[in-house]
């Protein structure tokens, strides 16, 4: 007989359910359309789970602290749009370009968690969190669409693909740089004393001041390094 503390511990878990649900989702679609497996999809399937993987641990940070942020999407066209516009309009290097682009998208994030954290008095920290960073989501967009006028840039370095579709011993790069993004990010946050901060901060914040956290620079920090991811 299954011991029942075993299956409490490993199968009761939400993800377990969502490996499940992903196995069926799996198993169904491969039904309907066989070439759901066939290598160059699946291919595929991981670079795009990576790019979006990234996004999620983006978000992921910002909420372990108690907050929300809904311009994750707008950050990523606003460091993508940057970068190529630098490469290809100024001719500067893709590496400064895309230290520019992290460095201002950073800058961004901490100008969100300084409003949402020291400056919205009265309102709870969830409140203003939501309300900045759903006016961020709109205002970036319309800065990209005036700064491009609503075309496409063209003219990017070989680089500038290889990032986004090149491969590295037969591994895709997005893939190769969620991993290695996924890896540093564990290790803070369960082998540090900042990642143990932020869980302190997302559970309790109050009881995390009375323990001697700097619960505003926790989450002013995750704010700024979220849109970087």
């Known amino acids: 007989m299954i011991n029942q503390k075993l299956i409490r511990k490993y199968f009761?878990?939400?993800?377990?359910?969502?490996f499940l649900i992903l196995v069926i989702l799996s198993a169904v679609t491969y039904y309907l359309n066989p070439f759901f497996f066939h290598p160059a999809n699946i291919e595929l399937i991981i670079t795009y789970a990576s790019i979006f993987s990234l996004v999620g641990m983006a978000q992921?940070?910002?909420?372990?602290?108690?907050?929300?942020?809904l311009a994750i999407d707008a950050y990523m066209m606003y460091s993508?749009?940057?970068?190529?516009?630098?490469?290809?309009?100024?001719?500067?290097?893709?590496?400064?370009?895309?230290?520019?682009?992290?460095?201002?998208?950073?800058?961004?994030?901490?100008?969100?968690?300084?409003?949402?954290?020291?400056?919205s008095p009265p309102f709870p920290f969830i409140a203003p969190a939501f309300i900045i960073t759903v006016a961020v989501h709109f205002i970036i967009p319309g800065l990209m669409l005036v700064l491009t006028g609503g075309f496409?840039?063209?003219?990017?370095?070989?680089?500038?693909?290889?990032?986004?579709?090149?491969?590295?011993?037969?591994?895709?790069?997005?893939?190769?740089?969620?991993l290695s993004i996924a890896g540093i990010l564990a290790y803070?946050?369960?082998?540090?004393?900042?990642?143990?901060?932020?869980?302190?901060t997302g559970g309790n914040d109050e009881s995390a001041r009375r323990a001697g956290i700097n619960v505003d620079r926790v989450r002013i920090l995750c704010f700024t390094v979220g849109p970087t991811l």
């Open 80 to 119: 993508n749009i940057i970068a190529a516009a630098l490469c290809a309009w100024y001719g500067v290097n893709i590496w400064i370009a895309i230290l520019v682009a992290v460095g201002t998208t950073a800058l961004i994030g901490f100008c969100e968690g300084l409003f949402a954290t020291f400056f």
């Open 188 to 200: 803070v946050l369960h082998f540090t004393r900042i990642g143990i901060h932020m869980y302190a």
């Open 152 to 178: 496409n840039i063209s003219e990017l370095p070989r680089e500038y693909a290889f990032i986004g579709q090149g491969e590295l011993l037969g591994i895709p790069v997005p893939t190769i740089i969620f």
């Open 12 to 18: 009761v878990r939400p993800e377990f359910s969502a």
């Open 60 to 69: 992921m940070l910002v909420m372990i602290v108690g907050g929300f942020d």
